[in-house]
């Protein structure tokens, strides 16, 4: 039986998109929910719950998805590092997946990022570099401090080995530095590269989002995933088998 959605956030951007996307794959949308509308009725029409709504909004979807025993997805973004982990401890209790990017393809890079910051060593300079559109608020992206996460891991360096940008007499670049460098301008849906420069090569790995399709179809995969996992938090990672 084709499983049955309830998208949380329906009239957003990302809500409109993954209806449209949901109707493409043969999954059924049970319940569309925003703004004011009835969350319990939505969970109790739906196997699967996808959440692309707002921060404020994440209490009470995984108090519904504890209280309706229901999976869900949370593709929210912009919980404080307090508050997410406390959310976290909910969302344990149900099984959630839960990714602050829903592509395919920069999972991969990822997942591609760890294994190339595991093979070249520390005189492979390593960078990122990403570019949004005019209208981000934030600077780096989420996905680029993911990734900056990943090398630093791999290296085993802190927080401190970040440069973020350089300007003036900086002095020579020092083989435990992690540059990142965030460019803004017109309508860029997101673009990310990561690069390891040594003398005489240099590996650059880029991913480019023309469309926030990509966001939409990833999820509903999790979606699908996720429907017969025990409980538990996973990542796109778990989903896609790169762990
Ligand atoms: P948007 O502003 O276009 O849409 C958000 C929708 O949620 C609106 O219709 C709003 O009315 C609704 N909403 C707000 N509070 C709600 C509540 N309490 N209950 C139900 N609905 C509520 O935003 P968007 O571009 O669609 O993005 C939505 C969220 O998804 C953001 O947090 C964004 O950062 C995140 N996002 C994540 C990914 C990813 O891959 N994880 C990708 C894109 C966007």
């Known amino acids: 039986m084709a499983l049955r959605l309830l998208i949380n956030g329906s009239k957003g951007r990302m809500g409109q998109t993954l209806i449209s996307s949901a109707k493409d794959l043969g999954l059924i949308v049970a319940a569309a929910v925003d703004v004011g509308d009835d969350l319990a009725a939505g969970f109790n029409a739906a196997d699967v719950a996808v959440d692309f709504s707002s921060h404020h909004a994440t209490r009470a979807v995984l108090e519904q998805a504890i209280a309706q025993k229901k999976p869900v997805v949370i593709g929210t973004t912009g919980h404080s590092a307090e508050t997410k982990r406390e959310l976290l401890a909910l969302a344990a209790k149900v099984p959630c997946v839960w ?99 040594a003398l005489g090569e240099r590996l650059e790995l880029t991913h480019k989002a023309s469309d926030r399709g990509i966001f939409a179809r990833g999820a509903l995969r999790a979606a699908r995933w996720v429907a017969d996992k025990p409980a538990g938090v996973y990542d796109m990672q778990d989903v896609l088998g790169l762990k």
């Not at 991969?108 to 990403?130: C, F, G, M, Q």
């Not at 600077?139 to 990734?147: C, N």
């Open 99 to 197: 990714a602050g990017n829903y592509s395919v393809g920069v999972n991969l890079l990822y997942a591609l990022t760890r294994r190339a910051a595991s093979v070249l060593d520390a005189s492979y300079d390593a960078e990122v570099i990403e570019m949004h559109h005019r209208f981000k608020k934030d600077a780096p992206s989420g996905t680029a401090a993911r990734l900056l996460e990943i090398i630093l891991e791999e290296r085993k360096l802190t927080a401190d080995a970040l440069r973020h940008g350089r300007e003036g007499i900086t002095g020579e670049r020092t083989p435990t530095e992690v540059g990142i460098h965030s460019l803004r301008g017109g309508d860029v849906v997101g673009d990310h590269t990561v690069l390891f420069a």
